[in-house]
């Protein structure tokens, strides 16, 4: 130790002051702070979330912020290398989580887990050069709801699509559809358009860029780049170019090649059984079965869906932001079984939105407004008018703090009124009790709105009811 000690002192003096001078105050690429202003808004947002899926009965769970490597290998396709590692420790091959959903699937397999309804929200990490500016970050935050068992087909993919539409119609960020596919559909189609089995994945991939890029693009990365046939490549063009609701699924069961086609049949049937469903929910207006939707990730093994913005309602921005995908999920049968000795499967739907872009609308929505956001929950102000009163704000504030009311006082032995007043108009805190001599005497505390300057005097013993009655209208 000592010699590591005295090595490290060298190379500090070595360094001197220049060292001291190169220190960048920065957080690191795709990473940010977040003021108390924007952590108002996403509490907002993750009140919200956490409410519905609680209204659906979730139970919560929570998982290590890293896994071992081989848990997370083999699970994501082509975005693995997007994985972050970590350095060996102690033995061990660690990555940091990329998702919610593998740790899911691990913890089901771990506890032998048949059987659960869970929400999970927590921070995820992606090795990823991102657009910040499009709200994609390295280290972000996913919430996750997903329902493991075995079920009725399309019951539980029904309730995942009307949690989504529950979420954003709550969130009102605008206009917002919710595209549907099924990868066993796109298998069929890719089978009849005669995609060899070793390339399903990878031309998949490429499908899933068709809301980023033309067909002429994707065609050309699937021809050129993944070696597929010109003829292949048009025919899927010709089916990934329709969307539309149940009568597209009756116009697609007809459909004389891909009706042959027993994985594709199997998948459109539950199509229109879940568009059933979906039209008892009364949401079928904001749902669009499309068959271009792929989903890069490698575990979906049925129904897959995304939700997207159609357009950003903003006066105040010169061009609407593109922040494409808010939410999305599918059924994913067989992870599970990939982590269990016996290979025991257990069938799972899930739903993961897209908080970090959802924040940055919401953030914009509220610079648009000029919406004046609190960041604090401070009900009342404990103030003094004379000098000398500071034991009896101590005494006060300790009794309201027991009482469960959220309370503050200005840590000034002798402050002014107007200054204690002027901090409530500067933080928005509703009310400010005051304390003086007259009012000790009698017994009662001055209560003051601070939005109207009405005063009134309140019993002492009565003043934390008081306050909570006028603070829980507002």
Known sequence: IAKEVAKLLEMKAQLGDEGKAKFVLKTPKGTRDYSPKQMAIRERVFSAIVTCFKRHGAEVIDTPVFELKETLTGKYGEDSKLIYDLKDQGGELLSLRYDLTVPFARYLAMNKITNIKRYHIAKVYRRDNPAMTRGRYREFYQCDFDI?????????????????????????????????????????????????????????????????????????????????????????????????????????????????????????????????????????????????????????????????????????????????????????????????????????????????????????????????????????LVASAQKKLLEERLKLISELWDAGIKAEMLYKKNPKLLNQLQYCEDTGVPLVAIVGEQELKDGVVKLRVVATREEVDVRRENLAEEIKTRTSQS
């Open 148 to 380: 493991a068992g075995q079920f009725d087909p399309m019951i539980p993919d029904a309730e995942c699509l009307k949690i989504v539409h529950e979420i954003l119609s709550e969130l009102q960020l605008g206009d917002f559809l919710i595209k549907v596919n099924d990868r066993r559909i796109l298998d069929g189609m890719f089978a009849v358009c005669g995609v060899p089995d070793s390339k399903f994945r990878t031309i998949c991939s490429s499908v899933d860029k068709l809301d980023k890029m033309p067909w002429e693009d994707v065609r050309s990365e699937m021809v050129g780049e993944k070696g597929l046939s010109p003829e292949a490549a048009d025919r899927i063009g010709e089916y990934v170019r329709l969307h539309g609701g149940l009568d597209l699924i009756e116009q697609l069961l007809q459909d004389p090649t891909l009706s042959q086609n027993k994985l594709a049949k199997e998948g459109l049937g539950d199509m229109k059984l879940l568009f059933e469903y979906l039209t008892l929910f009364g949401i079928t207006r904001q749902i669009c079965f499309d068959l271009s939707l792929a989903r890069g990730l490698d575990y979906y093994t049925g129904v897959i869906f995304e939700a997207v913005l159609v357009q950003q309602e903003n006066e105040h921005v010169e061009e609407p932001v593109s922040v494409g995908s808010v939410a999305g999920g599918g059924r994913y049968d067989g992870l599970v079984g990939m982590f269990d000795p016996k290979g025991r499967k257990v069938p799972c739907v899930g739903v993961s939105i897209g908080i970090e872009r959802i924040f940055s609308i919401m953030e914009q929505k509220v610079e648009a407004s000029a919406e004046k956001i609190r960041t604090t929950e401070t009900q009342v």
